[in-house]
């Protein structure tokens, strides 16, 4: 007999839930439900009818919605966020009901009116990594919706959901309205944001090249005191997209926004560059190069210096040779740098491998290359973290750092990456920040020198140093893809003072900001038990066994060389929430 026909159809999946329900409803049960009744009589299920969907089901905090067309789906959801936060905007901040939303585009099983697969799993797990107002988006949705919606888009990369086989690419959207993105206001310095270049090579494979003119622009701007420059890692959150330049400056909190584009095709170079004023919309400058690409270091140079005589003509004579550095003479080293970067970031063994087989080639074109050897650090001292902490790791670390050190005096990235790996890995936080120090001389605005020297105070138990340096590295690159990091030390600064509200809520947004890196589960779970909230501390627990199945305290604590009343605190409170110690 014939197996019976299972009834599948292609779908567009909303999942939704409320933020903070349960802390909601302990706070005032009744007033929440009342509240939440009357957020989908007045707002939720007119909207989800309005755009032709189809609530499956309902939970005490949640809902599954179908949708025929993805487009419908991530319209119905951006007008949701936004008439909340219309809603919430005179609502106290521990009484406002905001929600999460995921939406996957899939295949799905009809049962009985229920819907089951992956379709639906996904669209479940990728809600969990939403902030509260805002959306998050698959591959497949984002990829119907591209180009037919106006959307404030974030990659977030590619991300390993709880029982789904393969890893999922997941962008953030965060609605016209919502207060995801609050309005930062202007520092006391000119200050510049430099947004990623378009490639007009026709080439994706020129997207490093394009990728890496941007950050030595930005690396020579951030070399000028009197200047406050936003780190690459917050300005390529807007890559891909089309921005208003006036939204830019809003977010990012910066007076002047540099835009450009970069053809470059056989042996020239094709840049435009064009200096605009945020707050007004008004061009400030305007520039086209074309140069053989064999003098690309000095064109680099030339636009670098014609954007700071734009912002401030008086001080151009006197800083102009402080932007200048130097740079590797090989071009090829150079390429492979470029290429390795991306690789570097992710501090993810498998991808850091990968980098280093790029490097050592780097190197071995021109051994005295310093950005190169204070990459090749931070991938060692990744393995050796989180692959087995083999000596050899560590060693190679340490040998590379010190290379660093040596060839980079002018490198404010080189000095910091070769600080980071020895505070971290030989253990010598006098001689890391020494090369902290020395990096923000060259680089005043380095957002990843705050960031990874934060690290090396929060682990060396200086609470106080600690909190005052990731903020300040949050504040220069706020929308940083290792915000996760600056937010780990925040929250170790602060449960080492016995701050453990503080503690839990920085823990929380390093989960938010990679949910991956097992590391900001211990942070959250540990803040969680000293607040003996021990149910919560336990699920944090048990993620990071997910990530991370040999965890355990005393070796961990170990390899990042933790001071004892640090490591003591934490280990006690990981010992309630059920890691081995």
């Known amino acids: 007999m014939a197996d019976a026909r299972v009834d599948r159809r292609l779908a567009a999946i909303l999942a939704v839930d409320v933020a903070g329900y349960s802390r909601l409803m302990g706070a005032d049960e009744e007033g929440t439900l009342a509240a939440l009744k009357a957020c989908r009589r007045e707002l939720i299920d007119p909207k989800i009818a309005e755009h032709q969907g189809r609530i499956v089901k309902t939970t ?47 295949d799905i099983i009809i049962d009985d009116g229920d819907i089951y697969g992956d379709g639906v799993n996904i669209a479940a797990r990728i809600e969990t990594l939403a902030e509260p107002g805002a959306i998050c988006l698959s591959e497949n949705a984002y990829q119907q919706v591209k180009g037919k919606l106006a959307l404030d888009v974030a990659d977030q990369g590619e ?49 490093y090249f394009c990728d890496g003119m941007v950050d030595d622009i930005i690396t020579g701007l951030s070399r000028i005191k009197w200047l406050f420059v936003i780190a690459r890692n917050s300005t390529f959150t807007y890559k891909g997209r089309a921005v208003d330049v006036k939204q830019v ?26 200096l605009i004023d945020a707050a007004t919309g008004a061009h400030v400058w305007a520039e086209r190069y074309d140069r053989k690409s064999d003098d690309i270091f000095a064109l680099q140079d030339e636009l670098t210096l014609s954007v700071v ?50 490097l050592e080639k780097a190197l071995a074109l021109d051994p005295t290359y310093a950005l190169a050897h204070g990459y090749a650090a931070m991938c060692h001292h990744t393995l050796f973290l989180r692959s087995g902490l083999r000596e050899e790791n560590l060693a190679a670390s ?29 253990y010598d936080r006098p001689a890391a920040f020494a090369a902290f120090d020395a990096a923000l001389a060259l680089s005043p605005s ?36 290792w915000r996760a990091t600056a937010y780990i030390s925040l929250a170790l600064g602060h449960f080492r003072r016995g701050r453990y509200v503080e503690a839990e809520a920085a823990g929380r947004k ?14 959250l779970a540990a803040s969680l038990a000293k607040l003996r909230r021990i149910e919560e501390a336990k699920a944090a627990a048990a993620r990071v066994l997910e990530l991370q199945p040999n965890f355990c305290c005393s070796r961990h604590w170990t390899g990042l060389d933790c001071e004892l009343t640090l490591a003591a605190s934490l280990t006690e409170a990981l010992s309630a929430a059920g890691l081995p110690e």
């Open 60 to 106: 005490g905090d949640g809902a599954l919605v179908e949708f025929a067309s993805a487009v419908d789906a991530v319209r119905c959801a951006t007008e949701i966020q936004r008439a909340m936060a219309e809603r919430n905007a005179d609502t106290p901040d521990d009484g406002r009901i905001a929600f999460r939303i995921g939406i996957n585009v899939g």
């Open 159 to 207: 991300q390993q959901l709880k029982n789904i086989s393969q890893s999922v690419r997941v962008y953030a959207v965060r609605p016209d309205g919502a207060s995801t993105r609050p309005a930062l206001s202007l520092p006391d310095r000119p200050s510049i944001a430099v947004l990623p270049f378009q490639n007009m090579s026709g080439d994706p494979e020129q997207d």
């Open 249 to 274: 400056g809003r977010e990012l909190g910066v007076r002047y926004v540099l835009e450009g584009s970069v053809r470059k095709a056989a042996d020239r170079v094709r840049i435009t560059g064009q």
């Open 309 to 358: 005589g734009a912002i401030e003509p008086s001080l151009r004579l006197a800083e102009a040779e402080r932007v200048k550095r130097k740079r590797s003479g090989n071009l090829d080293a150079y390429d492979l740098v470029l290429q390795a970067q991306p690789d570097v970031y992710t501090r993810m063994p498998e991808y850091t491998a990968k980098a280093l087989k790029l």
């Open 398 to 426: 340490i040998v590379h750092a010190q290379a660093a050190i040596m060839h980079g005096q002018d490198d404010a990235h080189a000095l910091t990456f070769a600080g980071f790996s020895i505070g971290m890995d030989r």
């Open 446 to 481: 380095s957002a990843i020198t705050y960031i990874l020297g934060s690290t090396v105070l929060a682990w060396g138990g200086e609470a106080e140093r600690a909190i005052e340096w990731s903020e300040r590295g949050l504040r220069l690159s706020p929308f940083d893809p």
């Open 510 to 523: 390093a989960v938010q900001a990679d949910p991956g890196f097992s590391i900001t589960h211990v942070v």
